[in-house]
């Protein structure tokens, strides 16, 4: 695979309405180690610079395009700029016996499996393969010739109908690719079944610009992955390649443990979070990060105990400190973390910023601004040097004052208009290219000058995830969906298993109902926050029943989150639906022991229910122990081939195993 897509061009684009290797660009290709660079030096003075890495290791490769202009006038125009254009070999698919009034066999095409985008909804990032719909199937290449086309919205990589990720698979054979676009703007990408496999091209959505004299940017990457195995073996493997290649976790000073919290209200009172710090470590809840979420800045001055209440959201933009609600700046807060061993978290959001904050008076020219001339929200323009050096030492500054471990980025509306109103004849897409440029190296100038800070990526939740964000950050709040303060613990199941199969390193929310075991289950993920410190409405601390729950809960979590980040087999589909069982296994292949986690959800109406395990040893005898349980002994042939049966007398209620 790799010598495959090494010896293709993987790009393809117009050059003043002509394909570009008509204006016969000098090529300079070199290698070292692992990297290929190709260089296309054209009339003019643009330079094209191809960088092709290959991880052998991984069975993996990536690639991304370099633009500049060397020369002293623009460069031609530049239009249907496909950063990736490949093909994909797969074995032959056998040719459709039966007639037009069948539909195909299974086995006899080519899967696409894209996950859904983030939308408020309980099956994000999941996507239903086998799904009928106009008799046909949208997931499948059907035939030769037939075209699938996916793109983002508004904007952000990872918002509403799609991600941009793609588990390209043969119907009837264990082979297959993983292909992620790296973009975290407004991609497109199209797949096309062709006679030897698929073709595949991706491409940022509207480009039709030359470049100016003396400027320079890239675009979009690409990630490809060959795997030979089930659908599941593929999302691990690819698992593995983001833990060992892309993610920071665990690289350099960033920690291998993701954030663990207690969640604090911003614009809760200096007093209450003190209070609230002070009961978490009285108890020794075995957190390892305090999470203070937005409201805590600005120049509002109405009181704010939990995020519906207060004018705070009329001041984002507005990164002061709020004198009213923290009258210390927010230091003494940092004091009692410093004095714990614990990290501090806090939420910003840069890029969105409203009219009344004080920047905009002062420099209207960092900003876009909307058609609307009612609509608060500007978006401040990462493309403009100026503003991104505004930005960066803001955001420098509140890191280095308030001993800030996790930096929390949100981004709360989509900036496609926003570009597209901003750029000009000749220029179209300019906008978009420098903010997400900008945006790439903001996150890379930060984690230069802290390297132990890890980024916390949300923007409405996970609406902008992608490769070229998972290189820099984390999304600790990987859905919206557990913002109330009783989420959906059924959507929460249901991400867990599609989240969890596309990335290693994620977090959610358990809510803030006490004493429902049920729905803390429901929101073990990599990383974890718990909300019960947070609203200044609700006591903390003082019913010694209620702490001995969380305690017993946070020891739970904690014994079992290493397995959090193993090979995942979803074990059940990944529905919110609440008249079925999800169950899912975490299978650490080093250790050969792992979890079963299995939720009998509220209108479930049958008491058992048998679950096949997988990556298990035949030959090996395995201990299951169930908490708070008995301990049962099975062989892993019969747990792979027969399964393991669940029992749960009870509506709504869980069971979790561990294995060794």
Same mark, same amino acid.
């Given at each position: 695979?790799?010598?495959?897509?090494?010896?293709?061009?993987?790009?393809?684009?117009?050059?003043?309405?002509?394909?570009?290797?008509?204006?016969?660009?000098?090529?300079?290709?070199?290698?070292?180690?692992?990297?290929?660079?190709?260089?296309?030096?054209?009339?003019?003075?643009?330079?094209?610079?191809?960088?092709?890495?290959?991880?052998?290791?991984?069975?993996?490769?990536?690639?991304?395009?370099?633009?500049?202009?060397?020369?002293?006038?623009?460069?031609?125009?530049?239009?249907?700029?496909?950063?990736?254009?490949?093909?994909?070999?797969?074995?032959?698919? @056998?040719?459709?016996?039966?007639? &037009?009034?069948?539909?195909?066999?299974?086995?006899?095409?080519?899967? *696409?499996?894209?996950?859904?985008?983030?939308? $408020?909804?309980?099956?994000?990032?999941?996507?239903?393969?086998?799904?009928?719909?106009?008799?046909?199937?949208?997931?499948?290449?059907?035939?030769?010739?037939?075209?699938?086309?996916?793109?983002?919205?508004?904007?952000?990589?990872?918002?509403? @109908?799609?991600?941009?990720?793609?588990?390209?698979?043969? +119907?009837?054979?264990?082979?297959?690719?993983?292909?992620?676009?790296?973009?975290?703007?407004?991609?497109?990408?199209?797949?096309?079944?062709?006679?030897?496999?698929?073709?595949?091209?991706?491409?940022?959505?509207?480009?039709?610009?030359?470049?100016?004299?003396?400027?320079?940017?890239?675009?979009?990457?690409?990630?490809?992955?060959?795997?030979?195995?089930?659908?599941?073996?593929?999302?691990?493997?690819?698992?593995?390649?983001?833990?060992?290649?892309?993610?920071?976790?665990?690289?350099?000073?960033?920690?291998?443990?993701?954030?663990?919290?207690?969640?604090?209200?911003? +614009?809760?009172?200096?007093?209450?979070?003190?209070?609230?710090?002070?009961? *978490?470590?009285?108890?020794?809840?075995?957190?390892?990060?305090?999470?203070?979420?937005?409201?805590?800045?600005?120049?509002?001055?109405?009181?704010?105990?939990?995020?519906?209440? =207060?004018?705070?959201?009329?001041?984002?933009?507005?990164?002061?400190?709020?004198?009213?609600?923290?009258?210390?700046?927010?230091?003494? *807060?940092?004091?009692?973390?410093?004095?714990?061993?614990? %990290?501090?978290?806090?939420?910003?959001?840069?890029?969105?910023? %409203?009219?009344?904050?004080?920047?905009?008076?002062?420099?209207?020219?960092?900003?876009?601004?909307?058609?609307?001339?009612?609509?608060?929200?500007?978006?401040?323009?990462?493309?403009?040097?100026? /503003?991104?050096?505004?930005?960066?030492?803001?955001?420098?500054?509140?890191?280095?004052?308030?001993?800030?471990?996790?930096?929390?980025?949100?981004?709360?509306? =989509?900036?496609?208009?926003? $570009? &597209?109103?901003?750029?000009?004849?000749?220029?179209?897409?300019?906008?978009?290219?420098?903010?997400?440029? =900008?945006?790439?190296?903001?996150?890379? @100038?930060?984690?230069?000058?802290?390297?132990?800070?890890?980024?916390?990526?949300?923007?409405? =939740?996970?609406?902008?995830?992608?490769?070229?964000?998972?290189?820099?950050?984390?999304?600790?709040?990987?859905?919206?969906?557990?913002?109330?303060?009783?989420?959906?613990?059924?959507?929460?199941?249901?991400? /867990?298993?599609?989240?969890?199969?596309?990335?290693?390193?994620?977090?959610?929310?358990?809510? %803030?109902?006490?004493?429902?075991?049920?729905?803390? &289950?429901?929101?073990? /993920?990599?990383?974890?926050?718990?909300?019960?410190?947070?609203?200044?409405?609700?006591?903390?601390?003082?019913?010694?029943?209620?702490?001995?729950?969380?305690?017993?809960?946070?020891?739970?979590?904690?014994?079992?989150?290493?397995?959090?980040?193993?090979?995942?087999?979803?074990?059940?589909?990944?529905?919110?639906?609440?008249?079925?069982?999800? @169950?899912?296994?975490?299978?650490?292949?080093?250790?050969?022991?792992?979890?079963?986690?299995?939720?009998?959800?509220?209108?479930?109406?049958?008491?058992?229910?048998?679950?096949?395990?997988?990556?298990?040893?035949?030959?090996?005898?395995?201990?299951?122990?169930?908490?708070?349980?008995?301990?049962?002994?099975?062989?892993?042939?019969?747990?792979?081939?027969? +399964?393991?049966? *669940?029992?749960?007398?009870?509506?709504?209620?869980?069971?979790?195993?561990?294995?060794?």
């Amino acid at each position: 695979m790799l010598n495959n897509l090494k010896s293709q061009k993987r790009i393809s684009f117009l050059l003043d309405g002509k394909p570009f290797d008509a204006a016969e660009p000098t090529v300079t290709v070199s290698e070292n180690g692992n990297t290929v660079t190709t260089v296309y030096e054209f009339m003019g003075g643009l330079k094209l610079t191809n960088v092709f890495t290959s991880y052998p290791e991984h069975n993996a490769c990536d690639w991304v395009n370099f633009w500049e202009n060397t020369g002293s006038e623009p460069t031609e125009i530049i239009t249907e700029l496909w950063d990736s254009a490949f093909s994909l070999p797969f074995s032959p698919c @056998a040719p459709k016996t039966t007639g &037009r009034a069948y539909l195909p066999e299974s086995e006899n095409v080519i899967k *696409v499996w894209v996950p859904r985008g983030s939308e $408020w909804s309980g099956d994000e990032f999941y996507c239903d393969i086998d799904r009928i719909f106009g008799n046909h199937y949208p997931n499948w290449l059907e035939y030769v010739g037939t075209v699938k086309r996916y793109s983002a919205t508004a904007g952000r990589s990872a918002q509403g @109908a799609y991600a941009p990720f793609f588990n390209i698979k043969h +119907g009837g054979k264990d082979e297959g690719y993983i292909v992620a676009v790296g973009w975290t703007g407004q991609w497109n990408a199209t797949v096309t079944r062709t006679e030897d496999g698929v073709f595949f091209q991706s491409k940022l959505e509207d480009t039709a610009f030359s470049l100016l004299p003396g400027e320079s940017f890239r675009t979009s990457s690409v990630t490809v992955m060959g795997y030979n195995g089930s659908f599941a073996d593929g999302q691990n493997r690819f698992r593995q390649l983001v833990k060992d290649v892309y993610s920071p976790v665990g690289k350099g000073e960033v920690p291998t443990e993701l954030p663990f919290c207690a969640g604090l209200w911003g +614009g809760m009172s200096t007093a209450g979070c003190l209070e609230r710090i002070e009961k *978490v470590e009285k108890a020794k809840l075995p957190f390892n990060c305090y999470w203070m979420d937005a409201g805590w800045y600005g120049a509002g001055e109405q009181v704010s105990p939990d995020e519906f209440e =207060g004018d705070w959201g009329q001041h984002t933009g507005n990164w002061e400190v709020n004198a009213f609600r923290h009258p210390d700046g927010l230091a003494d *807060v940092v004091s009692a973390i410093d004095n714990t061993d614990k %990290r501090f978290l806090l939420w910003v959001e840069p890029e969105r910023v %409203r009219r009344i904050a004080p920047i905009v008076a002062e420099h209207p020219e960092y900003f876009i601004f909307p058609n609307d001339e009612k609509n608060p929200n500007l978006l401040l323009n990462l493309g403009d040097d100026s /503003a991104w050096q505004y930005c960066f030492d803001v955001l420098s500054g509140l890191i280095e004052r308030l001993h800030l471990a996790v930096y929390r980025q949100d981004f709360n509306f =989509g900036p496609l208009d926003y $570009w &597209r109103k901003n750029d000009t004849e000749g220029r179209i897409g300019i906008s978009e290219i420098k903010h997400i440029n =900008g945006l790439y190296r903001l996150w890379d @100038a930060l984690r230069e000058k802290f390297p132990h800070l890890l980024i916390d990526n949300c923007a409405s =939740g996970g609406r902008r995830i992608d490769i070229e964000t998972l290189r820099r950050s984390v999304p600790l709040w990987r859905s919206d969906v557990q913002c109330p303060a009783n989420p959906t613990p059924e959507a929460t199941q249901a991400h /867990a298993l599609a989240y969890g199969s596309w990335m290693p390193y994620s977090g959610t929310g358990t809510g %803030r109902i006490w004493f429902d075991t049920y729905r803390f &289950r429901s929101a073990y /993920a990599p990383a974890l926050t718990t909300n019960f410190t947070f609203s200044e409405k609700n006591a903390f601390g003082d019913d010694p029943e209620a702490m001995r729950w969380l305690s017993c809960m946070c020891a739970e979590y904690v014994k079992v989150r290493p397995y959090l980040t193993k090979d995942i087999y979803p074990l059940t589909k990944a529905s919110p639906a609440s008249d079925i069982w999800s @169950a899912v296994q975490y299978h650490d292949p080093e250790t050969d022991s792992g979890i079963v986690l299995v939720f009998r959800r509220e209108n479930a109406p049958y008491t058992e229910c048998c679950f096949n395990l997988f990556g298990l040893t035949e030959e090996k005898t395995y201990t299951f122990t169930e908490v708070d349980g008995e301990t049962y002994p099975f062989d892993g042939a019969s747990l792979m081939k027969k +399964g393991i049966t *669940v029992r749960i007398e009870k509506r709504r209620e869980s069971k979790l195993y561990l294995y060794k």
